[in-house]
């Protein structure tokens, strides 16, 4: 059993993580901005404690005594995009201030969650960590440049660090915000149950590698566990299967047919104006290397996704 301190813990994957760890046995403390309990009946144990980033004193206070960090807290795209300086200062001031107070208050590990985005843009070919990053908009480059602090605090022995490349997530939150409502996946499930048909903004024959949240939680958990002997420099891929986009329309409109029992038409824009793309394959061989491996259980995920949007929308 660890003591583990999770920031962004009331967000889309950090509710998740934390109600997962948490039923696994594990002492959580969840670290938002709002500090008010959103998660579930079931998490009430949880213990819920604000941050302030600029507070060094308060940074040190909520790193001590735990024996791990996740940091899970970020501005996400679309918000990274609009505004790129507050990227800057949450993305990377942020997270070199809280890797600052973990070193300081002798936290053994701190586990960073980064994206498959710094890799770029249209993916190709075998995608792995020995791949040359090439962010190219301010989301990437941002969180690149706090894996490097991470990175460097660990090669200097400083930090256990672990760097987690997320691909595409998908899966029913823990709270009641929206802000994990516009990724791909949830946002078919919200027209699965809104609508009688399901609109793709493109052809849908590009490809994405998706993740379930249930394997995103399972992994958190492995590398919470997991000696770190076992984990070499702790720079990993964290992702599920790669298909299309239409693919995974098919899909949501199947289970939709089971749990809702409604026959979705799937409709796309643009079809002929696309070039074809180009598969290419998330290189997952290192994290099965060093002991995990993904359920890939896509169809239980969306039927859970669509059974919250059911009773919410």
């Given at each position: 059993m660890a003591n583990i301190v999770?920031?962004?813990?009331?967000?889309?994957?950090?509710?998740?993580?934390?109600?997962?760890?948490?039923?696994?046995?594990?002492?959580?403390?969840?670290?938002?901005?709002e500090g008010k309990n959103h998660l579930s009946e079931e998490s009430q144990g949880i213990l819920i404690e604000t941050v302030e980033w600029d507070n060094e004193s308060r940074l040190l206070s909520l790193c001590a005594r735990a024996d791990c960090i996740v940091h899970l807290a970020g501005l996400g795209r679309a918000e990274s995009s609009i505004s790129p300086n507050e990227a800057i200062r949450v993305n990377c001031v942020n997270t070199y201030n809280l890797l600052k107070a973990a070193i300081k208050a002798k936290v053994p590990r701190f586990i960073f969650m980064s994206t498959a985005h710094v890799y770029g843009r249209s993916l190709i070919g075998n995608v792995s960590e020995r791949t040359l990053p090439n962010p190219l908009d301010a989301y990437g480059i941002t969180k690149r440049t706090a894996e490097d602090f991470v990175f460097a605090a660990s090669k200097a022995g400083q930090i256990e660090g672990v760097i987690i490349r997320l691909s595409n997530s998908f899966g029913r939150p823990m709270t009641e915000s929206e802000s994990s409502w516009s990724l791909l996946v949830n946002n078919l499930c919200i027209q699965a149950v809104t609508k009688n048909d399901l609109l793709l903004n493109s052809s849908?024959?590009?490809?994405?590698?998706?993740?379930?949240?249930?394997?995103?939680?399972?992994?958190?958990?492995h590398f919470v566990e997991t000696d770190y002997s076992q984990l070499g420099d702790g720079l990993f891929n964290l992702g599920g299967k790669t298909m299309s986009v239409l693919q995974m329309a098919e899909l949501v409109s199947s289970r939709a047919a089971n749990v809702l029992s409604k026959n979705l038409l799937i409709n796309r824009i643009n079809t002929s104006l696309e070039k074809k793309p180009t598969k290419f394959n998330y290189g997952l061989k290192k994290i099965q290397a060093a002991g995990f491996k993904g359920k890939l259980d896509f169809s239980s995920e969306i039927d859970k996704a669509l059974k919250f949007f059911l009773h919410r929308l």
């Amino acid at each position: 059993m660890a003591n583990i301190v999770i920031f962004g813990g009331l967000g889309y994957v950090g509710g998740r993580a934390t109600n997962h760890l948490y039923k696994m046995g594990h002492n959580v403390v969840s670290v938002s901005r709002e500090g008010k309990n959103h998660l579930s009946e079931e998490s009430q144990g949880i213990l819920i404690e604000t941050v302030e980033w600029d507070n060094e004193s308060r940074l040190l206070s909520l790193c001590a005594r735990a024996d791990c960090i996740v940091h899970l807290a970020g501005l996400g795209r679309a918000e990274s995009s609009i505004s790129p300086n507050e990227a800057i200062r949450v993305n990377c001031v942020n997270t070199y201030n809280l890797l600052k107070a973990a070193i300081k208050a002798k936290v053994p590990r701190f586990i960073f969650m980064s994206t498959a985005h710094v890799y770029g843009r249209s993916l190709i070919g075998n995608v792995s960590e020995r791949t040359l990053p090439n962010p190219l908009d301010a989301y990437g480059i941002t969180k690149r440049t706090a894996e490097d602090f991470v990175f460097a605090a660990s090669k200097a022995g400083q930090i256990e660090g672990v760097i987690i490349r997320l691909s595409n997530s998908f899966g029913r939150p823990m709270t009641e915000s929206e802000s994990s409502w516009s990724l791909l996946v949830n946002n078919l499930c919200i027209q699965a149950v809104t609508k009688n048909d399901l609109l793709l903004n493109s052809s849908g024959a590009q490809f994405c590698n998706f993740i379930s949240l249930e394997d995103v939680c399972n992994a958190l958990q492995h590398f919470v566990e997991t000696d770190y002997s076992q984990l070499g420099d702790g720079l990993f891929n964290l992702g599920g299967k790669t298909m299309s986009v239409l693919q995974m329309a098919e899909l949501v409109s199947s289970r939709a047919a089971n749990v809702l029992s409604k026959n979705l038409l799937i409709n796309r824009i643009n079809t002929s104006l696309e070039k074809k793309p180009t598969k290419f394959n998330y290189g997952l061989k290192k994290i099965q290397a060093a002991g995990f491996k993904g359920k890939l259980d896509f169809s239980s995920e969306i039927d859970k996704a669509l059974k919250f949007f059911l009773h919410r929308l």
